[in-house]
């Protein structure tokens, strides 16, 4: 099956870390960019991260910047995200998401996205 | 990187039209030819519906369309059909290998 399953999330105090994964299967990792999105409870979507096939080209939302840092084994079909200095505002369902488009050798992270993991909870709590 | 703004909330009977809009600014919207509409039924995934600006993934039905006029961009579903109910968000790119998403409009369909 082409799938993405995340995995990493749970309960962290604030000013902690967590590293989230997430594996890919049934498809060419290396063929398409990646991204997170969060989407805190309640509320809409929030892209977070992207990066292209190799690691070369990464971007991040102005709200984590500097704390997180987006990743890639194209060797072991994963994707990660680390997540340090976390804060309350962090709380959300992170899904991992497929760049839409097959561009091999891309240079630019993803535009959009064709395929989502269900995503894995992160809590920041006092 | 402020969110785009959508409206809170539209709504339409069935075999109707509706258009849900995206404004956003010189830097994201109105800059790139790079939107894109997600789908998002409770509890489930979002699904693209539309990518830059106007293309339909396959699979997307043709009652989906989107355009783009200056800084904002638009989604229409013509035909409403009960299961079109549901959240939808518009994104951008907005330079610098980044994303932005708009607040989500919640479609019900009356």
């Known amino acids: 099956d082409v799938q993405l399953v995340e995995s990493g999330g749970g309960v962290v105090r604030p000013g902690e870390f967590l590293r989230l994964s997430c594996a890919a299967s049934?498809?060419?990792?290396?063929?398409?960019?990646m991204g997170w999105v969060r989407q805190a409870p309640g509320k809409g979507l929030q892209w977070v991260s992207g990066?292209?096939?190799?690691?070369?080209?990464?971007g991040y939302a102005d709200s984590v910047k500097g704390r997180f840092t987006i990743s890639r084994d194209n060797a072991k079909r994963y994707l990660y995200l680390q997540m340090n200095s976390l804060r309350a505002e962090d709380t959300a369902l992170y899904h991992c998401a497929r760049g839409l488009r097959v561009v091999p050798h891309a240079i630019a992270p993803p535009d959009a996205f064709d395929l989502w993991g269900q995503g894995t909870v992160v809590t920041v709590s006092s | 990187q402020s969110a785009l703004t959508q409206p809170h909330s539209v709504s339409g009977s069935p075999g109707q039209s509706v258009t849900i809009s995206c404004i956003g600014t010189s830097r994201d919207v109105g800059g790139f030819n790079s939107v894109s509409w997600y789908q998002q039924h409770p509890a489930k995934v979002p699904k693209v519906m539309i990518y830059d600006v106007s293309k339909r993934p396959s699979g997307v039905p043709d009652r989906f369309s989107g355009s783009k006029s200056g800084n904002t961009a638009s989604l229409t579903i013509s035909g409403l059909q009960a299961e079109d109910e549901a959240d939808y968000y518009c994104?951008?790119?907005?330079?610098?290998?980044?994303?932005?998403f708009g607040g989500g409009t919640k479609l019900t369909v009356l």
């Open positions: 994104c951008s790119y907005a330079g610098s290998y980044t994303l932005i």
């Open positions: 049934g498809f060419t990792i290396d063929d398409y960019g």
């Open positions: 990066i292209n096939w190799n690691g070369g080209s990464r």
